[in-house]
């Protein structure tokens, strides 16, 4: 009894400090009460039109690979290799302009992903995304707005001659004044446009948007929401073979927009992780023929297995008519005890499916006890420790998934 009464009264402390922002609210409560207000603030089908920004970022659209060009420089959609060469190029140059210019920017969403696995870009990616700071925003917007960066680069090789010459316009979205999100026409506030063919890196600024009931909480307006701890301190590290930054607390913030098993899979989208390379490779028409080969195998197999089941069952069931029938006696029960050991043989038939690449997505465990307890657990850190960065790798996702 006296137990449970000083319980209840921390808790009843711990909400009165809580209301007093005195100690911060866990950011899942945070987001629930930001999701509220937005619900309520909804504005009309009319309003949205009247009060709304226009669209200011405009694609060709019509269909999802369109929709990563921008209008005014896009001459069609570019090969694999094209968009490749296109996207690390355009990224290092990003990068370098603003470390030129002394403006923090950072790895964010599939690209931040990317830099978790090998500090590149995911080779089926078609968005760079990466993230400032508001204030950040308002600088860009008012000194390099319209600006265009002159870029050269010999892929490091000092022997060669500059083989790579482009330019990049940075174009700030006029209704980044606006940390809302508005009628979400304009969630993306500045592009960093590769000027001969329209691919682009989206940039989105964070700001504090609800210091009264959410302090130390950062949104970009598209709702993805940060807190302060686990942006700062930023980690410095390397993309594409050039400095860049990270979030501090990456990994918490990947595990919950993609789920852990974005950090295990390394099957996705048409490309293979390769532990010994420490790259994602894409898969040769020989072998998704095979696969799909393989997939067909293993429906065949289990259709010809139900038909085998369903056979079974009526004739087990003509059989039994037919003793009743006669007024014979019912099938004796080991009859029974056949068919069903017979069902798990066919059940264990289904490994002969091939899925032996993919690795088991295996639930990375949250909470106080962190240590890996099965043999399974282990796997993945090591799994996970062939990937990344090398100072990173010693990090165990555990400990920073531990609230
Ligand atoms: C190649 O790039 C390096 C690094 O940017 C630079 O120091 C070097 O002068 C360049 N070489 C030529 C021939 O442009
Ligand atoms: C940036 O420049 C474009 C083109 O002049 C203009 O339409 C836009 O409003 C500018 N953005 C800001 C933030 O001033």
Known sequence: MKIRHMVLSLAFVSDLLVEAN???????????????????????????????????????????????????????????????????????????????????????????????????????????????????????????????????????????????????????????????????????????????????????????????????????KNLHHYKTTDLYPMR??????????????YDRILAEEYQEKALVVTEYEGHKW???????????????????????DARRKKQQEKMQRKKEKEEKEKAEQEAKEKGLPLPLPEVKGEGDKKVEVDEGGDQGIKEPEKEPIVKVKRGANAEPDTEEEEGLVLERETSGLKHLRRRRLEQDLRQ
Not at 83 to 104: G, P, S, V
Not at 176 to 198: K, L, Q
Not at 274 to 296: C, F, G, N, S, Y
């Open 274 to 296: 390769h532990p010994e390379l420490k790259e994602w490779v894409k898969k040769t028409p020989a072998e998704i023929k095979q696969e799909r080969l393989d997939r067909q």
């Open 236 to 249: 410095e590290s390397m993309y594409e073979g050039v400095v860049a930054k990270v979030p501090y607390a």
């Open 22 to 220: 005195l100690i911060p609210r866990s950011l899942a409560e945070v987001k629930a009460r930001l999701e509220t207000r937005k619900r309520r603030k909804k504005p009309t089908a009319s309003a949205l039109v009247e009060d709304g920004w226009p669209k200011y970022f405009q694609e060709p659209g019509g269909n999802d690979l369109a929709n990563h060009y921008d209008s005014r420089y896009e001459h069609g959609i570019l090969s694999y290799e094209d968009k490749q060469d296109t996207q690390i190029h355009m990224m290092r140059a990003y990068l370098d302009f603003f470390k030129k210019n002394k403006i923090e920017t950072w790895l964010a969403h599939g690209t931040l992903l990317g830099w978790w696995w090998n500090g590149k870009m995911l080779p089926w990616d078609w968005d760079i995304d990466t993230q400032v700071s508001g204030p950040s925003l308002m600088y860009l917007g008012k000194h390099f707005n319209g600006s265009i960066y002159d870029y050269s680069s010999n892929d490091s090789d000092p022997d060669l001659t500059p083989v790579v010459e482009r330019q990049y316009l940075l174009d700030v979205n006029p209704a980044i004044i606006e940390r809302d999100r508005g009628n979400g026409n304009n969630v993306i506030d500045a592009r960093w446009i590769d000027i001969r063919n329209g691919l682009y890196i989206d940039v989105t600024g964070l700001s504090e948007t609800e210091p009264q009931i959410a302090p130390g909480v950062w949104s970009c």
